[in-house]
Nanobody
Framework: VQLVESGGGSVQAGESLRLSCVAS????????MAWFRQAPGKERDGVAA????????IYADSVKGRFTVARDNASNTLYLQMSNLRPEDTAIYYC??????????????WGQGTQVTVS
């Protein structure tokens, strides 16, 4: 599976961004697709994850109520709608596929990352 993210950028606090991740070579599974992020000097953390077969998405506590994850199965695209962004959301955001929840070591495929900067 190849993953290509887009939609990152620089915004002011309180503004919104939408990230997209297009998956190719995806055979489909009952595993998750997810967004992770890594800020400078910090570990990579799970942000949001959604099971491929439908079901309830999960979110990090820090983004609940502000971020929404969704997927379009027809186009194999994963989205992350980010609202009311805060400076602490600044990080490189990665799309991941074929894993479990926020267990990053279980994910088989990763995108190249897209930078989000909030000032």
């Amino acid at each position: 599976v190849q993953l290509v993210e887009s939609g990152g950028g620089s915004v002011q606090a309180g503004e919104s961004l939408r990230l997209s991740c297009v998956a190719s070579g995806f055979a489909g599974s009952n595993l998750y697709m997810a967004w992770f992020r890594q800020a400078p000097g910090k570990e990579r953390d799970g942000v949001a994850a959604i099971p491929n077969g439908g079901g309830v998405a999960i979110y990090a506590d820090s983004v609940k109520g502000r971020f929404t994850v969704a997927r379009d199965n027809a186009s194999n695209t994963l989205y992350l709608q980010m609202s009311n962004l805060r400076p602490e959301d600044t990080a490189i955001y990665y799309c991941a596929a074929e894993g479990y929840g926020f267990a990053d070591r279980t994910y088989r495929s990763w995108g190249q990352g897209t930078q989000v900067t909030v000032s």
